[in-house]
């Protein structure tokens, strides 16, 4: 199992940003996948999860209404799409995969 983030960087506060997970190694179509975020001192948490289907979503309370998780199965990708970001959605953001598996993270830090 092999997941790759990208699409972190520095963003203004109240801007956007779209992060993508590459997924490879396992049957994409058959597992949730979800994202979570780590910020410095703190426990990494969930911040939104999908089904195998891409038909039943859910967030956490403080991103529900800005994020938007979704997936494509043709390009076997999971994407997050982050609106109206505030400061403290500053954290490296990971993929999760089925088997425990882990993407390498992505900073996304918001500051003017």
């Known amino acids: 199992v092999q997941l790759v983030e990208s699409g972190g960087g520095l963003v203004q506060p109240g801007g956007s940003l779209r992060l993508s997970c590459a997924a490879s190694?396992?049957?994409?179509?058959?597992?949730?996948m979800s994202w979570y975020r780590q910020a410095p001192g703190k426990e990494r948490d969930m911040v939104a999860t999908i089904s195998s289907t891409g038909g039943s979503t859910h967030y956490a309370d403080s991103v529900k209404g800005r994020f938007t998780i979704s997936r494509d199965r043709a390009k076997n990708a999971v994407y997050l799409q982050m609106n109206s970001l505030k400061p403290e959605d500053t954290a490296v953001y990971y993929c999760?995969?089925?088997?425990?598996?882990w993407g390498q993270g992505t900073q996304v830090t918001v500051s003017s």
């Open positions: 999760k995969g089925p088997f425990g598996s």
């Open positions: 190694g396992f049957t994409f179509s058959n597992y949730g």
